[in-house]
């Protein structure tokens, strides 16, 4: 158990739809990072945050967006949803030092998200 | 060419066997992480390593800095070995802790 949890744990969508996965950080952590993995595939980096300020995004379109709150959870929001975005998508909270690199990251269970 | 290679991509061993798994990136580096994936999906975080070696139990991760290169050792192998794993590096070039993921490699430990 990492602390890390994510909600929810599968979801079933259609094209077109949107949807919204949240991840509860670990205690005392103030980054998250979202990753998206396909089936057979490592995790692709989707974004970050810091603070509730993006903080780095991978190579996805703008229909990919993202909120980290106050206590740090995060939201990551997907709109017209595409079959390729079927995907296990992965969230992991670490914690940084002002300015700098941070720790060890700890991996939520992942939401398992299939698009018809 | 991705800038992180694992291989092999499929391994499968005896109990009791010593395993090794390599990863070689192409990008300058500021830590690397051994990542341990089983079936569902959960993650957990082996080693985090930017110099040397480190050891836990049966399993140790090296790194060459110079040759870009590490590797991760399973000594005395078992069947609840059996899952990814996934070498991660964190590139010196980018700001946080965000992360480049190898392909993974799947082990079986037969009993």
């Known amino acids: 158990e990492t602390g890390v949890t994510q909600s929810p744990t599968h979801l079933i969508k259609t094209r077109g739809q949107q949807v919204t996965l949240r991840c509860s950080s670990q205690?005392?952590?103030?980054?998250v990072s979202w990753y998206q993995q396909a089936l057979g595939q490592g995790p692709q980096f989707i974004f970050q945050y810091y603070r509730e300020e993006e903080n780095g995004r991978g190579n996805f379109p703008p229909r990919f967006s993202g909120l980290q709150f106050p206590n740090y959870s995060s939201e990551l929001n997907v709109n017209a949803l595409e079959l390729d975005d079927s995907a296990l998508y992965l969230c992991a909270s670490s914690r940084a030092a002002s300015g700098g690199l941070a720790d060890t990251q700890y991996f939520g269970p992942g939401t398992r998200l299939t698009v018809l | 060419k991705n800038e992180v290679e694992q291989s092999p991509q499929n391994l499968t061993a005896q109990e009791g066997e010593f395993i090794t798994i390599n990863c070689s990136y192409s990008v300058g580096i500021s830590a690397l992480h051994w990542l341990q994936q089983h079936p569902g999906g959960g993650i957990v975080s082996l080693f985090m390593l930017s110099s040397g070696k480190k050891k836990h139990g049966r399993l140790i991760a090296t790194i060459n800095i110079q040759e870009k290169h590490s590797s991760l050792h399973i000594t005395a192998s078992h069947p609840r070995d059996s899952a990814v794993y996934i070498c991660?590096?964190?590139?010196?070039?980018?700001?946080?802790?965000?992360?480049?993921f190898g392909e993974g490699t799947q082990l079986t430990v037969n009993p």
């Open positions: 205690s005392g952590h103030n980054t």
């Open positions: 991660a590096v964190r590139s010196e070039e980018t700001s946080g802790s965000r992360l480049t």
